[in-house]
T-cell receptor, first 115, second 111 residues
Framework: DGGITQSPKYLFRKEGQNVTLSCEQNLNHDAMYWYRQDPGQGLRLIYYSQIVNDFQKGDIAEGYSVSREKKESFPLTVTSAQKNPTAFYLC??????????????FGPGTRLTVT | GQQVMQIPQYQHVQEGEDFTTYCNSSTTLSNIQWYKQRPGGHPVFLIQLVKSGEVKKQKRLTFQFGEAKKNSSLHITATQTTDVGTYFCAGRAGGYNKLIFGAGTRLAVHP
């Protein structure tokens, strides 16, 4: 059963702690993405990766870090430097390629609450 | 930077009424995608439009891409309660598959 998994669904952390959100896909997609969604707002791109061992900053990368050591995995670390980390985090994947767009498949998301 | 504006932010309709959401980009888009997010769920791809003036239909849903490739719309005919959710447009920016999402239109359908 192909798809994207994110865990956990809900995550609670104390302010000042780093936290890593997992994202795994078995769709054999080269490209993976992390988005942040706040109430009443659209999806804002944090980081994206077109290929293993390579990734680029999105529009709101400050306070976040990622790694892409395996094709299937694209973990996101929310660091203590992120001023407003409480949000719904969505991971997505797609076929990679220039000159065209491909639909993005989204995971179920992780709702992070930092107090 | 590139922006994609989407209106309205919210729309409440009676079941059976029509619904339309509009997207406008500050720059010409290579293509535009539409996604639907059910309450508590994640975005699910609906369709992609590529050609200037393109119109595509999926049952009661009609998608249009403007002649200048700067705007798009999604029209739902005779809404049903299953149409409830937030509809997002997303325009492609740059040479890679990086999308700029609109803020979404949340649709509520009253039976």
């Amino acid at each position: 059963d192909g798809g994207i998994t994110q865990s956990p669904k809900y995550l609670f952390r104390k302010e000042g702690q780093n936290v890593t959100l997992s994202c795994e896909q078995n769709l054999n997609h080269d490209a993976m993405y992390w988005y942040r969604q706040d109430p009443g707002q659209g999806l804002r791109l944090i980081y994206y990766s077109q290929i293993v061992n390579d990734f680029q900053k999105g529009d709101i990368a400050e306070g976040y870090s990622v790694s892409r050591e395996k094709k299937e995995s694209f973990p996101l670390t929310v660091t203590s430097a992120q001023k407003n980390p409480t949000a719904f985090y969505l991971c997505a994947s797609s076929i990679a390629g220039r000159g065209s767009s491909y639909e993005q498949y989204f995971g179920p998301g992780t709702r992070l609450t930092v107090t | 930077g590139q922006q994609v504006m989407q209106i309205p932010q919210y729309q409440h309709v009676q079941e059976g009424e029509d619904f339309t959401t509009y997207c406008n980009s500050s720059t010409t888009l290579s293509n535009i995608q539409w996604y639907k997010q059910r309450p508590g769920g994640h975005p699910v791809f609906l369709i992609q439009l590529v050609k200037s003036g393109e119109v595509k239909k999926q049952k009661r849903l009609t998608f249009q891409f403007g002649e200048a490739k700067k705007n798009s719309s999604l029209h739902i005919t005779a809404t049903q309660t299953t149409d409830v959710g937030t509809y997002f447009c997303a325009g492609r920016a740059g040479g890679y598959n990086k999308l700029i999402f609109g803020a979404g239109t949340r649709l509520a359908v009253h039976p």
